[in-house]
C-alpha cells in the first residue's frame, strides 16, 4: 500500500515535470515558482486556445514567447494589455474574467516564456 503511494506519487511528479518544461523550480524563489504553477493552470484554461502551448504559437501575431512584445513587454504592459485586451481585436481584456491574483499569475507566467533576457542586445 505504502509502496503503491510512492508509485502514483513519483508517477504524478514525472507528469508535471515532463508537461511543465517552462516551469522549472526556482529554487531561490518558491513564491514565484507557486505563482508560474497557478498561472499555467490559468493559461491552460484561458489562452492556450490561441496562444498555443507554452504561447510558442508558430504565427507571431499569436506568439507570447518570441520576446517581441507589441504593447511592451514589462510586467506592468503585460499586465495592463492582459487586463485590458486589445481593442477590435480576438484579445479581450481579462480584468472581469479573472481574479487579481490569477491575472497577476498568468502575466508572470506570459514574462517568463520571453527568451532568456540575458543579452540586452538583442
Ligand atoms: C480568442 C483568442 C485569444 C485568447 C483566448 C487570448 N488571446 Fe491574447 N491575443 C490574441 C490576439 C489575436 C492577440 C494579438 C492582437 C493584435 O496585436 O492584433 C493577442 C495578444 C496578446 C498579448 C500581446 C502580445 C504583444 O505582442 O504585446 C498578450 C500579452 C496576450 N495576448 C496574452 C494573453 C493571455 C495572458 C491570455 C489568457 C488570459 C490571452 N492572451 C488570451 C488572442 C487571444
Do not use: Y
Request: net charge negative; charged share 25%.
Amino acid at each position: 500500500m505504502r509502496s503503491l503511494t510512492i508509485l502514483l506519487l513519483a508517477g504524478l511528479f514525472s507528469v508535471v515535470w515532463l508537461t511543465e518544461p517552462q516551469v522549472q523550480a526556482q529554487e531561490s524563489d518558491p513564491e514565484l515558482a507557486q505563482s508560474l504553477k497557478r498561472g499555467l493552470r490559468v493559461f491552460k484554461i484561458h489562452c492556450q486556445s490561441c496562444h498555443a502551448k507554452n504561447g510558442d504559437h508558430p504565427d507571431p501575431l499569436f506568439n507570447l514567447a518570441d520576446g517581441v512584445w507589441r504593447f511592451g513587454g514589462t510586467l506592468e504592459e503585460i499586465e495592463k494589455t492582459v487586463s485590458e485586451g486589445v481593442p477590435g481585436t480576438a484579445m479581450l481584456g481579462f480584468a472581469n474574467r479573472l481574479s487579481k491574483k490569477k491575472l497577476k499569475d498568468v502575466v508572470l507566467l506570459v514574462k517568463s516564456f520571453e527568451p532568456e533576457a540575458d543579452s540586452e542586445d538583442r
